[in-house]
């Protein structure tokens, strides 16, 4: 088993989770999921990755990228895999 | 000597010595998050421990000792536990032991199908676990090592393990 370049970190039953989920379906990526605490406060590994406590994040190490919010990655996975993507990765 | 009677467990055809260690994917409890990981990606010899589930006392049991032996930490022995219970309270059974090993969730037991050590609950219908059973598995996942419990409760040898462990 490879280790997907891709990392999402979620939270179980997380609509803004599960949206970034559809985007990397919609886009065949593979992905590794790996599921945080409920509480806020103890996402640490979270914190350590993008500076927030907020899920949920991606590390993409085909680009280098780390971020957090739902609205951004599905942004950036649009322009990065997407049919209009800039092309290059 | 005890004044009671131990149960003894039914006979199992379990995963011997000299045999390939069964690979199976499940989610592997760390104190931080969970993720879906194969034993093959575990790197180097294994001690995989399977034991009742998490919050029965030997669950309990098992786990101070290994944490206070300190297993693993001296070489590159990966040591892993498997239980029914769920990520979620792998996390706090983890956080709570304070034990710098991580578990994986085997909720349906298939994976202790896969080894022939389930335990059948009596007084809990519909609720299997795994026998307390302990393989250790060389650098290419062969087993060297093998004990499951033929009693309920038992507890494996710590010292006839670590003596295992410790043979270069």
Request: hydrophobic fraction near 35%.
């Amino acid at each position: 088993m490879t280790t997907p370049e891709i990392t999402l970190y979620r939270l179980q039953a997380c609509p803004y989770c599960e949206r970034v989920v559809r985007k990397l379906k919609q886009y065949e990526l593979d992905y590794e999921s790996r599921f945080v605490e409920p509480m806020h406060s103890d996402r640490n590994a979270v914190a350590r990755l993008t500076g927030k406590r907020s899920v949920p994040a991606i590390r993409d190490e085909n680009t280098g990228v780390t971020m957090s919010e739902s609205g951004n990655i599905v942004e950036y996975l649009d322009n990065t895999y997407g049919d209009g993507a800039a092309g290059g990765a | 000597m005890v004044d009671f009677d131990v149960v003894e467990l039914p006979e199992t055809d379990h995963v011997a010595v000299g045999e390939e260690a069964p690979d199976f994917t499940r989610p592997l409890v760390g104190d931080e998050y969970w993720s879906d990981t194969a034993l093959s990606d575990l790197d180097g010899p294994v001690a995989l421990v399977f034991f009742p589930m998490d919050g029965a006392f030997p669950a309990t049991y098992v786990w101070n000792e290994i944490r206070d032996r300190e297993w693993g930490s001296s070489s590159d022995l990966t040591v892993v536990g498997v239980s029914i219970s769920t990520p979620y309270e792998h996390k706090t059974f983890i956080a709570e032991r304070g034990m710098d090993y991580e578990l994986f969730s085997d909720p349906s037991a298939e994976v202790g199908e896969q080894y022939g050590v389930v335990h059948d609950l009596d007084g809990m219908p519909g609720v299997r676990e795994h026998r307390p059973a302990v393989f250790l598995l060389d650098e290419d996942h062969v087993v060297e090592y093998a004990w499951v419990a033929a009693e309920w409760p038992d507890f494996p040898d710590y010292d006839e393990i670590e003596a295992h462990i410790e043979r270069p």
